[in-house]
C-alpha cells in the first residue's frame, strides 16, 4: 500500500504566539488516472473549496499555484483551477502540481497521471485538527505503493556530477512520470544512503545511465551500481564523456553500446532507447540551450582522437547575409558551421555541380572560401561559428559568382536554379556530405541579380 507518514512541530512565523501544527505526507500510486471530479476533491481538501482563483500576494499572505507539465517538458502556470480541466481531461499533463502557503498551511500534491502508472506524493502542514481526515482522499486515491519508473544516474567525480546534474534536468522533462535518482539531490540529510541508493534507487531502477569519465569509469561505486541493475536485465547507457570505449574495463564496453556526450545525434539516439524502455515513444531531442549546457559541463577538452572519427561534430545552418566594401553592397550565401569541438584544418570541397540547362559549370572538385577571412581552410575552437562563402552577389564584381582558391578568376552565375554537392572535412574526422540547392534571380537594380534557398541536405 502507499507510504504515510506525520509529524508534530512547532510553527515559528509567528514569535508572538506559538501554535502547533502537524505535518502528514502520503505517497502512493492508483492504476488508473483520476477522474476531473476527484481531484478537485483533493484540490479541496488539500487547499481549500474557496481558492480555485489561485489567489497570490497581495490578495492573501501566501500564494496558490496550479502548474501542469506538458509532453515537451513546458511548464503551464493557470490563473484558475478550472483552467486545468481541458487540458488534463485531453490528456495531455504530464505532471501536475498544487501548492498552497497561505493561512499558515503549506500543501503539496506532485500527481503524474502517465506510464507506468499514476502516483501521487502529498504533503500537509497544518493544525492537527481534522489534518487526517483532509489526507483520507489522497489516501483512498492513490493506495497503492509508489513504485513508478526510476532512471538511475550513476556518477563519481565532479566533472561526472556535472555533466549527470545536467542530464537529470532532460530526463525529468521527458519522463515527467519517472524518478530521476541522482545521489546529490535524492539523498536528504539523515537518510541512509547505502540503503536509499539500493533500496530506493537500484533495485527499483528500469533504467540506468552511467555517467562516464577517466576519473569515473574504474570506480568501484559505478562498477557495483551498473551491475547491479544489469543483472536484473534492465537498460544500461553508457555515456563516455572523456575517454573512448575501450579505456573503459569489462563488460561496458564489450557488451553494451554507449554513447559519445559529444555526438548530439547519439545522444538524441539514447535519448528514443531510454523512451522504448519506459514506453514513452518519441521524446522530443535535445533543444539547443541543452545541448551547449551539456557541452559546457565537460571542463576537461578531450583530444580529437576521443570522438567517433566517422561523424564529424558539428551543425550546419544556411546563411544569407549582407556584405559591404564600404561603397558598393551585396548579399552572401553561406553555410554556418558551428563546431561543438575543436577542428583543425576544416576544408569544404565542391564535388558536383548543376546549373540552368546549357549553362557551363565551374570545373570541380574545386575548394571554397572561408568567410571573411578568405582562407581555403579553417581552424574552428569549441562553439565557435564559421562561415563558408557558398556564392555571392557584389560588391565586385556586381554578378551572382561562385569564388574557389582552384579558380583564377570568380565563376559567374546565370539566372536559374543550381545545385551542388560538397564535402566538409576536418583533421581525423572523416567527411561531412552536404547538398545545397539554391536559385539566383533577376531584379530591378544594380546589382541586377538575388539570392535564394531552396534546400540544404545534411547526409
Known amino acids: 500500500m502507499g507510504c504515510r507518514s506525520s509529524d508534530p512541530q512547532i510553527d515559528r512565523g509567528r514569535p508572538m504566539s506559538k501554535s502547533v501544527t502537524k505535518s502528514v505526507r502520503w505517497t502512493g500510486s492508483a492504476p488508473a488516472p483520476l477522474g476531473w471530479k476527484p481531484l478537485v476533491d483533493i484540490f479541496d481538501a488539500l487547499v481549500g473549496p474557496d481558492l480555485h482563483n489561485l489567489p497570490e500576494f497581495p490578495e492573501v499572505v501566501g500564494h496558490v499555484t496550479v502548474t501542469w507539465t506538458d509532453g515537451t517538458g513546458n511548464i503551464h502556470k493557470l490563473d484558475r483551477l478550472e483552467d486545468l480541466e481541458e487540458p488534463y481531461s485531453g490528456e495531455?499533463?504530464?505532471?501536475?502540481?498544487?501548492?498552497?502557503?497561505?493561512?499558515?498551511?503549506?500543501?503539496?500534491?506532485?500527481?503524474?497521471?502517465?506510464?507506468?502508472?499514476?502516483?501521487?506524493?502529498?504533503?500537509?502542514?497544518?493544525?492537527?485538527?481534522?489534518?487526517?481526515?483532509?489526507?483520507?482522499?489522497?489516501?483512498?486515491?492513490?493506495?497503492?505503493?509508489?513504485?513508478?519508473?526510476?532512471?538511475?544516474?550513476?556518477?563519481a567525480g565532479e566533472v561526472s556530477m556535472e555533466v549527470a546534474a545536467v542530464l537529470q534536468s532532460v530526463l525529468e522533462s521527458r519522463f515527467p512520470s519517472a524518478t530521476v535518482f541522482f545521489s546529490e539531490t535524492s539523498i536528504d540529510v539523515g537518510d541512509d544512503p547505502m540503503a536509499k541508493m539500493f533500496e530506493e534507487g537500484l533495485l527499483k531502477a528500469q533504467v540506468l545511465i552511467a555517467v562516464?569519465?577517466?576519473?569515473?569509469?574504474?570506480?568501484?561505486?559505478?562498477?557495483?551500481?551498473?551491475?547491479?541493475?544489469?543483472?536484473?536485465?534492465?537498460?544500461?547507457?553508457?555515456?563516455?564523456?572523456?575517454?573512448?570505449?575501450?579505456?573503459?574495463?569489462?563488460?561496458?564496453?564489450?557488451?553494451?553500446?554507449?554513447?559519445?556526450?559529444?555526438?548530439?545525434?547519439?545522444?538524441?539516439?539514447a535519448l528514443r532507447t531510454i523512451g522504448v524502455a519506459l514506453s514513452v515513444p518519441d521524446p522530443p531531442a535535445l533543444t539547443d540551450d541543452e545541448w551547449k549546457r551539456l557541452q559546457g559541463v565537460a571542463v576537461q577538452t578531450p583530444s580529437l582522437d576521443t570522438y567517433d572519427p566517422a561523424e564529424l561534430p558539428v551543425q550546419i545552418d544556411q546563411s544569407v547575409a549582407p556584405i559591404s566594401d564600404g561603397l558598393h553592397q551585396g548579399t552572401l550565401l553561406g553555410l554556418r558551421i558551428t563546431s561543438q569541438v575543436p577542428?583543425?584544418?576544416?576544408?569544404?570541397?565542391?564535388?558536383?555541380?548543376?546549373?540552368?540547362?546549357?549553362?557551363?559549370?565551374?570545373p570541380v572538385p574545386t575548394r571554397l572560401y572561408w568567410y571573411p577571412s578568405h582562407e581555403s581552410s579553417s581552424a574552428i575552437p569549441q562553439g565557435a561559428t564559421e562561415v563558408v562563402a557558398l556564392a555571392k552577389i557584389g560588391p565586385l564584381p556586381p554578378a551572382a559568382v561562385i569564388e574557389s582558391p582552384d579558380q583564377p578568376l570568380p565563376w559567374v552565375?546565370?539566372?536559374?536554379?543550381?545545385?551542388?554537392?560538397?564535402?566538409?572535412?576536418?583533421?581525423?574526422?572523416?567527411?561531412?556530405?552536404?547538398?545545397?540547392?539554391?536559385?539566383?534571380?533577376?531584379?530591378?537594380?544594380?546589382?541586377?541579380?538575388?539570392?535564394?534557398?531552396?534546400?540544404?541536405?545534411?547526409?
Open 92 to 155: 495531455r499533463t504530464g505532471r501536475v502540481v498544487f501548492r498552497n502557503t497561505t493561512g499558515g498551511e503549506q500543501g503539496l500534491l506532485v500527481y503524474q497521471p502517465g506510464d507506468p502508472r499514476p502516483r501521487a506524493e502529498a504533503s500537509l502542514i497544518a493544525k492537527p485538527e481534522g489534518i487526517e481526515e483532509r489526507l483520507r482522499l489522497i489516501e483512498e486515491a492513490f493506495p497503492l505503493p509508489f513504485d513508478g519508473s526510476l532512471i538511475f544516474l550513476s556518477w
Open 413 to 459: 552565375l546565370a539566372n536559374g536554379a543550381w545545385r551542388v554537392e560538397l564535402q566538409l572535412t576536418a583533421s581525423g574526422h572523416g567527411a561531412q556530405f552536404i547538398t545545397a540547392a539554391f536559385r539566383v534571380l533577376p531584379v530591378d537594380g544594380i546589382p541586377n541579380q538575388t539570392l535564394e534557398w531552396t534546400e540544404l541536405t545534411i547526409a
Open 343 to 362: 577542428l583543425d584544418n576544416c576544408k569544404v570541397l565542391m564535388t558536383s555541380i548543376m546549373g540552368p540547362p546549357g549553362e557551363a559549370v565551374i
Open 212 to 269: 562516464l569519465t577517466r576519473e569515473s569509469a574504474p570506480r568501484p561505486w559505478v562498477v557495483w551500481e551498473t551491475a547491479t541493475v544489469w543483472a536484473k536485465g534492465k537498460l544500461v547507457v553508457p555515456v563516455f564523456v572523456d575517454l573512448e570505449p575501450g579505456d573503459v574495463p569489462g563488460p561496458l564496453s564489450l557488451k553494451t553500446q554507449g554513447v559519445h556526450l559529444q555526438s548530439r545525434v547519439k545522444m538524441d539516439r
